[in-house]
């Protein structure tokens, strides 16, 4: 049981270029999350997913899009990255509330660094 | 939205207690949640609350909730060498999402 999993760990990136980041969960949840960290703000949401095919902007979804074409994946895209696209990425999962785990706890993966020149 | 603040930065001396704050301003949060960050690593949940108690203790945490001043608290009892991280506080949202905190990094002096 691997948890959440996030490939790349690092990247650098010139100004626009595109990348896809990977999350992937092997907890059979059903929302899964991308956040991005800056310092001194905290995790800030990008896009959400409360199920396969489905996804959702949260805070700050601008130079962004997502996919969940399996349950299990939600990635992450940057169809031209900008300097201010520079941060640490993470990836989080959660069963649903109610299910059989009766689980309140997103699952957090590791981080991706990711670096815009 | 939901605001959350926090102090960024606390330092005690190993041994003594910690004492972290946050204020939100969204009073239907049902749960709100601390969680813990070490360097380089994700987020790990350390405890959470239910907007009907005020008060919850897991050994040597415990959570104060203030409904009516929308303040919620996390004191760590015996604070250790190994507590240092940066500390997130998130109150649930809407049953789905959660909003953070800037975090507090916990720094303890030996």
């Not at chain 1, 995790?43 to 959400?48: S, V």
């Not at chain 1, 299990?72 to 941060?87: I, Y």
């Not at chain 2, 009892?77 to 800037?102: H, K, L, R």
Request: charged share 20%; aromatic share 12%.
């Amino acid at each position: 049981n691997a948890g959440v999993t996030q490939t790349p760990k690092f990247r650098v990136l010139k100004t626009g270029q595109s990348m896809t980041l990977l999350c992937a969960q092997d907890m059979n949840h059903e929302y899964m999350y991308w956040y991005r960290q800056d310092p001194g703000m905290g995790l800030r949401l990008i896009h959400y997913s409360v199920g396969e095919g489905t996804t959702a902007k949260g805070e700050v979804p601008d130079g962004y899009n997502v996919s969940r074409l399996k349950k299990q994946n939600f990635l992450l895209g940057l169809e031209s990255a900008a300097p201010s696209q520079t941060s640490v990425y993470f990836c989080a999962s959660k069963a649903e509330r109610g299910g059989r785990t009766n689980s309140y706890e997103q699952y957090f993966g590791p981080g991706t660094r990711l670096t815009v020149t | 939205g939901e605001d959350v603040e926090q102090s960024l930065f606390l330092s005690v001396r190993e041994g003594d207690s910690s004492v972290i704050n946050c204020t939100y301003t969204d009073s239907s949060s049902t749960y709100l949640y601390w969680y813990k960050q070490e360097p380089g690593a994700g987020l790990q949940l350390l405890t959470y609350i239910f907007s009907n108690m005020d008060m919850k203790q897991d050994q040597r945490l415990t959570v104060l909730l203030n409904k009516k001043d929308k303040h919620l608290s996390l004191r760590i009892a015996d604070t250790q060498t190994g507590d240092s991280a940066i500390y997130f506080c998130a109150p649930e949202a809407d049953g789905q999402n959660f909003v953070f905190g800037p975090g507090t990094r916990l720094s303890v002096l030996p």
